[in-house]
């Protein structure tokens, strides 16, 4: 989830004229983003080993 003040400080970021699907792709990204890091604050993270094991089959 984002904030307010996340959202503005992305559009303040923007060049003064931009196309709507460049914000929304921030916007998006930025999420990706924080959904992540909320992942790692909660411990669902998979170490490296975990990775391989259950990747395995597709990684040959």
């Known amino acids: 989830m984002l904030f307010k003040e996340q959202v503005t400080e992305a559009i303040n970021q923007m060049p003064e004229q931009f196309e709507i699907d460049e914000i929304v792709e921030r916007l998006i990204f930025l999420d990706k983003v924080e959904q992540g890091l909320d992942d790692i604050r909660n411990g669902k993270v998979f170490t490296q080993d975990e990775v391989e094991q259950k990747l395995g ?4």
């Open 57 to 60: 089959k597709w990684l040959k």
